[in-house]
């Protein structure tokens, strides 16, 4: 039986190069964030760069759907195994950093959307 949610990334992000990758991530990151979470570790670590570039991006700007979103999808990463993704660890400090550093900048209303700036917390603290 083929799981569809890895045969959809794989079929949207299967063979891209980075650069192909990011032009589609960053049309809707709200919907393809859902694709690093549950494409291969392998695919992942060579994916993960395009979520790091979007949210470094000025198009993240007021962005609170997909900053939110990237959050719960890495949460879910570390929640079922991150043994297989810890080569990218570094780049998860860096993005954990950046949104803690520029919270304000992404206009994320806590009534709506909880403390995501305190999930960023406690994902750089797993990624260690």
């Given at each position: 039986?083929v ?8 079929k ?83 993005l ?33």
């Amino acid at each position: 039986m083929v799981d569809l949610d890895i045969a959809t990334a794989w079929k949207r992000f299967g063979n891209k190069t980075l650069e192909e990758a990011y032009n589609l991530f960053d049309t809707n990151p709200l919907c393809y964030q859902e694709d690093l979470m549950w494409m291969g570790d392998k695919a992942f670590v060579f994916y993960f760069p395009i979520a790091l570039r979007f949210i470094l991006s000025e198009n993240a700007k007021g962005a609170c759907d997909a900053v939110s979103s990237i959050a719960t999808m890495l949460e879910f990463r570390f929640e079922y195994g991150a043994a297989g993704i810890k080569e990218v660890f570094p780049d998860i400090r860096s993005l954990c950093d950046y949104v803690i550093s520029h919270y304000e900048l992404f206009d994320i209303n806590a009534e709506i959307y909880g403390d995501v700036k305190g999930k960023y917390v406690a994902l750089k603290q797993l990624a260690i």
